[in-house]
């Protein structure tokens, strides 16, 4: 079955850039049923979605972080990665990548989730 | 941005109880609404799609209803593993937003 995982730094220093890569196995990224998206998790709170990416590499960003976003797709290697710059400490949190069912049925529902990776902004 | 709010945040409950909770768009989202069960330290996991659809290998004890800005989410039969925190979110239109969380504690 298809599993996610992420992996990156798990410490970032303000101002700097903050890199994630999702890894996808068990089935192929070049799907059209499927869009591949990052959420996060402050600690103690909510969820908040960040963006997603088709395997077509055409990108949707929450307008909340587009300015400082980008969402990268290589179906090569099966992997979507996330930077995100000039971070602070509100961008300390646990970064999920998921995968987002398309189309009428699921309606975006996104099915399946990486485990998660704790990011910390701090000097 | 579509605004999705919860209620209760918290519920204390006891095995065997049923639970609703009740999540409300700020406006008209169709069924275009998820369902999700997060665990302490682990990754949301996914219930109920397009408001009702209820995810392979979920139980039957969990049933999502609804339609344009009011739902619910349903848990017939309290199950000790079902104490969690669920959160519910759209997919109607960008950003895609969710809930604010229902902790579900052990009464």
């Known amino acids: 079955q298809v599993q996610l995982q992420e992996s990156g730094p798990g410490l970032v220093k303000p101002s700097e850039a903050l890199s994630l890569t999702c890894t996808v196995s068990g089935g192929s990224m070049s799907t059209s049923s499927y869009y591949w998206g990052w959420i996060r998790q402050p600690p103690g709170k909510g969820l908040e979605w960040i963006g997603s990416?088709?395997?077509?590499?055409?990108?949707y960003y929450n307008p909340s972080l587009k300015s400082r976003l980008t969402i990268s797709v290589d179906t090569s290697t099966n992997q979507f990665s996330l930077r995100v710059t000039s971070v602070t400490a509100a961008d300390t949190a646990v970064y999920y990548c998921a995968r987002r069912r398309s189309g009428t049925s699921y309606k975006n529902a996104f099915d399946i989730w990486g485990q998660g990776t704790m990011v910390t902004v701090s000097s | 941005d579509i605004q999705m709010t919860q209620s209760p945040s918290s519920v204390s409950a006891s095995v065997g109880d049923r639970v609703t909770i009740t999540c409300r768009a700020s406006?008209?989202?169709?069924?275009?609404l998820a369902w999700y069960q997060q665990r302490p330290g682990k990754a949301p996991k996914l219930l109920i799609y397009?408001?009702?659809g209820l995810q392979s290998g979920v139980p039957s004890r969990f049933t999502g209803s609804g339609s344009g800005t009011d739902f619910t989410l349903t848990i017939s039969s309290l199950q000790p593993e079902d104490f969690a925190t669920y959160y519910c979110q759209q997919a109607y239109s960008f950003p895609y937003t969710f809930g604010q969380g229902t902790k579900l504690e052990i009464k």
């Open positions: 990416i088709y395997y077509s590499g055409s990108t």
């Open positions: 397009a408001s009702s």
């Open positions: 406006q008209g989202i169709a069924s275009w």
